[in-house]
């Protein structure tokens, strides 16, 4: 099976603007989770869609949003871009393995804000 | 009750050493543990996990011991070599909730 891929895999904006991320998940999976990941920091949980629905949502501002496909297919949307927003983003899928999910990486996708 | 706390947070092993790093948790509801490996640049990968049933399960180098009396669970790496070097992750979740709760990180740098 193909694994997780992101797209686009590296992105410069400025201050102000939006970004839209994509991320296609391994077949069969149908949750996808993000994450966004800064230097030196862990990784901070920032949703989690479930057949087209957010299950549950991080601690993040408004200006990071989401949205899955009815092929599971899931982009996240960040709009008025701060410099604190830089960061590498990092999609998630999983599949229910016995009783738990098992999440597996895509490569993720870095944003640099200018 | 919902963190995973993990240590060291840096560490540095000679090559064909034994790094070892903690993982500990409140939760008793948890019961998968895996571990997960990251080079920079890249996604975390899916390393190794283990029940709470079990004591202890190896895959290749890659030893998690799990003490669920202590609540704490550790990952050994055996013969490690420079190729080891990467940022490990433990992480926890509960029955068949899909979210992960992680902990903060392992910078491990094995020396030639």
């Known amino acids: 099976k193909a694994g997780v891929t992101q797209t686009p895999r590296y992105l410069i904006k400025t201050r102000g603007q939006q970004v839209t991320l994509s991320c296609s998940p391994i077949?069969?999976?149908?949750?996808v989770s993000w994450y966004q990941q800064t230097p030196g920091q862990g990784l901070q949980f920032l949703f989690e869609?479930?057949?087209?629905?957010?299950?549950n949502k991080g601690n993040f501002p408004g200006r990071f949003s989401g949205r899955q496909f009815s092929n599971s297919r899931s982009e996240m949307n960040v709009s008025t871009l701060e410099l604190g927003d830089s960061a590498l983003y990092l999609c998630?899928?999983?599949?229910?393995?016995?009783?738990?999910?098992?999440?597996?990486f895509g490569p993720g996708t870095r944003l640099t804000v200018t | 009750q919902q963190q995973v706390k993990q240590s060291p947070q840096s560490l540095i092993v000679q090559k064909g050493g034994i790094p070892i790093i903690n993982c500990a948790y409140e939760?008793?509801?948890?019961?998968?543990f895996p571990w997960y490996q990251q080079f920079p640049g890249k996604g975390p990968a899916l390393l190794i996990a283990i029940r709470p049933d079990v004591s202890e399960k190896k895959e290749g180098r890659f030893t998690i011991s799990f003490n669920k009396s202590a609540k704490q669970f550790s990952l050994h790496i055996m013969d490690s070599q420079p190729g080891d070097s990467a940022t490990y992750f433990c992480?926890?979740?509960?029955?068949?909730?899909?979210?992960?709760?992680w902990g903060a990180g392992t910078k491990l740098i094995i020396k030639p």
């Open positions: 998630a899928s999983s599949a229910l393995q016995g009783a738990s999910y098992e999440q597996y």
């Open positions: 077949s069969g999976h149908r949750s």
């Open positions: 869609y479930f057949s087209e629905t957010q299950r």
């Open positions: 992480a926890a979740s509960m029955g068949s909730n899909y979210q992960l709760i």
């Open positions: 939760n008793t509801a948890f019961d998968y």
